[in-house]
């Protein structure tokens, strides 16, 4: 099947109404590259949102030991969500790489969801692939075990008896999440318009310094500027014609 934005409908505007987002995801990064915009018109507008990420990307750069590299871009992270009003990150210790989608990963998750206790939950895409828009691209298994447990831990953390352990921690159920938003879905539903929020976003993603230079020879900031502006493209002309971050929500 053959994509077409002008056969696509147009993106609904993400619910508005909600305090507070928990943004959980594989990596270092992962918000930063495409999301970043959405979340920065959210603080702006007196939203908390929360990182929580499943490791601290220690795998990320080839010429960098993991025992070098996760102290450094969990600083760069740190920096990084700063740059767009977010104060608190979590790391939940898993391994960059190698994580596994199962019990253990779906009740750290719920955990988060207790402690934080969103209405709005944001992981990143669940799916195998990046879709037709990158040639189909494989995604990592990182993304995908942390995408679906995630869309799976938004329901477990209102279950009392589903992980009677956080009981014993303190950790009381809550079932108050109303969506989870998929970004960088292949078959978005909803919509932010990334004006507002495009420049910090490119300075957010910048913050990921040590990474970006590992990855590419292009000057950081064009190569962010570049990359960004493609992104928040993609998806301008089923939102009338407005640089667009996606999301593919899920509604609980
Ligand atoms: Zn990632």
Redesign the pocket.
């Known amino acids: 099947m053959i994509e077409s934005n002008e056969q696509a409908p147009q993106l609904a505007d993400m619910p508005g109404d909600w305090q507070r987002a928990l943004a959980v995801?594989?990596?270092p990064?992962?918000l930063e590259?495409g999301c970043a915009a959405a979340i920065a018109g959210w603080t702006d507008a007196g939203k908390e949102v929360t990182y929580v990420l499943a490791t601290r990307?220690e795998a990320?750069i080839d010429s960098l030991d993991p025992a070098t590299c996760g102290p450094l871009r969990e600083r760069e992270q740190r920096a990084s969500a700063g740059v767009v009003g977010v104060s608190t990150v979590e790391f939940l210790d898993h391994r960059d790489g190698v994580i596994e989608y199962g019990l253990g990963l779906r009740r750290d998750i719920a955990a988060a969801v207790r402690r934080h206790r969103p209405e709005l939950v944001i992981t990143?895409n669940h799916r195998d692939t990046w879709g037709p828009a990158v040639g189909g691209a494989w995604n990592?298994p990182?993304?995908v075990a942390v995408g679906r447990a995630t869309l799976d831990a938004a329901g477990d953390a209102g279950n009392r008896w589903i992980f009677p352990e956080l009981l014993e921690r303190g950790l009381e159920p809550w079932d108050g999440v109303r969506w989870v938003a998929v970004a960088g879905s292949t078959t978005p539903t909803h919509a932010v318009d990334a004006t507002p929020g495009l420049e910090r976003s490119v300075h957010s993603l910048l913050a990921h310094r040590a990474y970006i230079e590992a990855l590419t020879d292009e000057d950081p900031e064009e190569y962010v500027r570049t990359f960004l502006a493609g992104n928040n493209q993609r998806f301008a002309a089923r939102y009338g014609g407005r640089p667009a971050v996606a999301f593919e929500v899920f509604p609980r």
Do not use: P
């Open positions: 995801v594989a990596h990064d992962d590259y990307g990320g990143l990592t990182d993304h």
